[in-house]
């Protein structure tokens, strides 16, 4: 059986297995995989079958190829780019005029023909390649060669056969085989024909088991825009994005813990004269997800099936690189193709590199940031491929977008830079691979940067990327990430940015100790939330028209707007707490001072002028406020939403600054009135700042109300000593190490040691003064939260003092 198997010239997919990468490649292998075990439970794939290697090195023998093609490769000069198009475009063309033997064309014309008695006349077909090298099983040539979509009739299939094995010298391919050292005439070539899933008519997009930016493992990724699948891969549209959180989800609670619309300007669709077009998308359409949460919680649960499945099957764990596709006209999901994710899976597994910027910049643009890397160099600008000549070793390439024939060119950039495009474009996709920083969806970087310009791109603050003037000074740290060391004290991290969560996944810590939503509300929102609740009185008020107008922009796709405040809030708090799942998330309310409220769209309509905001309306006296009740009842249908329908329930809140007992009771009146309540939710816990001297004084009164405290070391010590903390004349008065502050926060500890109540700090203290630290650990603090830049030198530091005291 397997010596026919290997002479057969097609294989339908229920006849493959991963075992049969080397005569089908590992596209092929994966949908049979997947078409005969995974189809039974619940996940559908469109059939179809595999023209072999063996079919390729037949057609190569029969028309006597083999000697020509070696004959032209051998005038190959190196890297030269001009020889590499020169010599492809030979073979291809040689390729194109060849005949398909007649033995090969009756088995693929007989394979087509069961497959329009499947699906009717003429079915429209995919018709994808896949590259193999059976001597080569290390070798990966995904994205190299040639896809074919809405082929129709058996000459449109035989045509696409030839263009497809033609492209096994491709350009690109070509080159990346010079790269590798890999022989050109062991590379063989298997074409997957697979019926077309009607996302013209409906969406499609790509998903990973991982986060790829980061290497976060417990998400899946998921991009999906209108139409055809090729507008993404092409970076031609920004796609709505889903992130969705794997343990919950497996609980089969609702799991999405991020959603971002996306710009879907444009779709790809089936043409009449043509076989695919392009296409406007409608308004309505640009402005809601081309995906349902139904939808995507469905797609999620495929792709960890997907992952068990195959990590199972290679013997370790393995993310995956999935492509999907909603049929339009049945309203029904598809898997269309699935392989390994290859960048994260090839990385060392305890070594983590972190890129720092060490100065600042001008910054001149900004964009979706690819990687966490940082990269320095001089900007050329290219139109077209044809420019490739201007282009030097570490330059930076900047460009409106990308598709395969500029990977020559883009291997021997520094950093990437593309108008267009989201985090699975070709740009995006290909910098990973390569190990280069990418900014992508700059809207208009071939306009702002100019040839010859010296600049540094940075991608190693999250999810933007910053473009600055210059060549900045910047440096790689290597953590070897270890275990958690076995301490007494729990260290935790300070979470500003949603987006640097996943960034921090890796760090040897035991949750957060401090998230705060004035980051969220900032970066995320940008609006007061009274604004959004007055929105249709103010949509209706002629002198506010401007403010309504930028409400509109920021909140497209989400008709009720405090909606739009509530999920956008949820989602940041829900990434925090997934990047460090199951540990306890301390998440603080929102503590924005009047100044800095008013800076929020719609802040001037609310927020009073005060003199001393720091010591006026802020923390808990606003959240029993007429003026700001309502407001705060959003930020606790957030944290509602993230620990019940998300089901990261080791989100734990917490109120700010906090004057007196009787404004203790009055907060938790009002959580409660929104859902928050220890009596409905008896795994919730509640706890409050410790951040002014009448918290310490009156500590057993307020540990009736709350489960525990969080000591706000900088805030305690300002009001401690009279001191404002901006002031460049007093400040030097004193800091947390004075007698004074350091009682306070030893009562502190104490009383709540003896009441059997949470007690950490999450101030900047410990990282600053290492006596200061010792102090803490003499005196029994349960655990202290870090900025993330300080984790890996204080841990060291915390383990050698409790030797010193235990």
């Given amino acids: ?23 089908v490649g590992g596209k092929n292998a994966s949908l049979g995989e997947m078409y005969s075990h995974l189809k039974n439970q619940g996940i559908d794939v469109p059939d179809g079958f595999a023209i072999t290697s063996q079919a390729y090195r037949y057609f190569i023998q029969e028309e006597g ?27 291809r063309n040689l390729l194109l005029s060849a005949t398909l033997p007649a033995p090969l064309t009756e088995e693929i014309e007989k394979a087509y023909n069961k497959m329009c008695k499947m699906y009717g006349q003429n079915a429209d077909v995919a018709v994808r390649s896949s590259a193999t090298a059976e001597d080569l099983p290390g070798a990966s ?19 696409s056969v030839r263009k497809c094995f033609a492209s096994l010298f491709t350009d690109r391919a070509i080159s990346y085989r010079q790269d590798k050292g890999f022989p050109h005439m062991k590379v063989y070539l298997s074409i997957g024909v697979q019926k077309m899933a009607r996302s013209d008519l409906g969406s499609s997009g790509v998903a990973f088991t991982i986060d790829t930016e980061t290497g976060f493992d417990k998400v899946v990724v998921i991009n999906s825009s209108y139409g055809l699948g090729e507008m993404i891969v092409q970076g031609k549209v920004t796609p709505d994005e889903f992130v969705v959180f794997k343990p919950t989800l497996e609980k089969k609670k609702k799991a999405i813990i991020s959603k971002k619309l996306g710009e879907k300007n444009k779709k790809m669709i089936y043409g009449e004269k043509s076989l695919i077009k392009e296409a406007e998308v409608s308004e309505e359409d640009k402005n809601k997800f081309s995906l349902s949460e139904a939808e995507v919680l469905k797609l999620a649960n495929w792709c960890v099936e997907i992952e068990k499945y195959f990590s199972e099957k290679y013997g370790h764990y393995q993310p995956m690189d999935i492509e999907w596709a909603k049929d339009g006209k049945l309203n029904k999901l598809f898997i269309i193709q699935a392989r390994p994710e290859t960048v994260y899976s090839a990385r060392k597994a305890n070594v983590y590199i972190e890129y720092r910027l060490d100065e600042k910049g001008e910054l001149i643009i900004k964009g979706i940031a690819v990687g966490t890397k940082i990269a320095t160099g001089i900007v050329k600008v290219l139109d077209k491929t044809e420019d490739i000549g201007k282009i030097q070793k570490g330059d930076v390439l900047v460009t409106r ?8 060119i883009m291997k021997i950039a520094s950093a990437i830079i593309t108008d267009e495009g989201g985090r699975t474009s070709h740009a995006a996709i290909v910098s990973r691979e390569l190990g280069i920083p990418c900014i992508v969806g700059t809207g208009n970087a071939t306009q702002v940067l100019r040839d010859g310009e010296e600049i540094t791109v940075d991608c190693s603050s999250g999810g933007q990327g910053f473009i600055y003037k210059g060549q900045l000074q910047f440096s790689e740290v290597e953590h070897v990430l270890g275990k958690i060391q076995d301490i007494r004290t729990r260290v935790m991290v300070n979470i500003g940015s949603p987006d640097e969560a996943f960034r921090y996944f890796y760090l040897p810590v035991k949750g957060v100790g401090l998230g705060r939503l004035e980051f969220i509300i900032n970066e995320s929102i940008k609006i007061h939330p009274n604004a959004l609740i007055d929105y249709d009185k103010l949509a209706h008020d002629p002198q506010n028209q401007e403010i309504s107008e930028k409400i509109n922009s920021l909140t497209r796709g989400y008709p009720d707007k405090k909606e739009f405040y509530v999920e956008k809030l949820a989602f940041g708090i829900a990434k925090i707490a997934a990047a460090f799942w199951p540990y306890d998330v301390i998440i603080r309310f929102s503590d924005f001072k009047s100044n800095e409220y008013r800076m929020l769209i719609g802040g001037d309509l609310y927020e009073p002028r005060e003199q001393n ?24 249908q957030a944290i509602l939403r993230v620990r019940e329908e998300i089901g990261l329930s080791n989100v734990i809140p917490m109120i700010p600054f906090c004057r007196t007992v009787e404004e203790a009771g009055k907060s938790m009146r009002i959580m409660e009135d929104f859902g928050l309540s220890r009596d409905t939710d008896k795994t919730l816990k509640i706890y409050m700042m410790c951040e002014i001297p009448s918290n310490v004084l009156l500590a057993e009164e307020f540990l009736e109300v709350f489960d525990g405290y969080s000591i706000g ?26 007698p004074a502050v350091k009682k306070l926060i030893k009562d502190a500890i104490r009383i709540c040691k003896e009441k059997g109540k949470y007690i950490g700090i999450c101030g900047q203290a410990p990282s600053d003064f290492p006596e200061f630290t010792e102090f803490l650990l003499r005196e ?10 300080s984790v890996f030198k204080m841990i060291p530091l915390i383990h050698d003092t409790e030797v010193k005291i235990g």
């Fill in 1 to 23: 059986m397997d010596r026919l198997r290997e002479k057969s010239f097609v294989l339908w997919f229920n006849e493959l297995s991963i075992n049969d990468v080397g005569l």
């Fill in 65 to 91: 190829l083999e000697e020509k093609i070696q004959n032209i490769l051998s005038q190959l000069k190196g890297n030269d780019i001009v020889s590499l198009r020169k010599t492809g475009e030979q073979i």
């Fill in 141 to 159: 040539f995904a994205g190299e060669q040639e896809t074919f979509l809405n082929i129709s009739g058996i000459e449109d299939l035989l045509d």
């Fill in 401 to 408: 977008i990308t598709d395969p024939d500029w990977e020559p």
């Fill in 613 to 636: 905001p720091m010591l006026g309306f802020r923390g808990a006296s606003r959240y029993y406020s007429l003026e700001f009740k309502e407001a705060f009842g959003l930020e606790c």
């Fill in 713 to 738: 070391s900088n805030d305690l010590s300002q009001l401690t000593l009279g001191i404002d903390r901006d002031s460049n004349i007093v400040s030097k008065v004193g800091n947390e190490n004075n």
């Fill in 780 to 789: 029994g603090i349960e655990s202290i939260s870090l900025n993330p830049d």
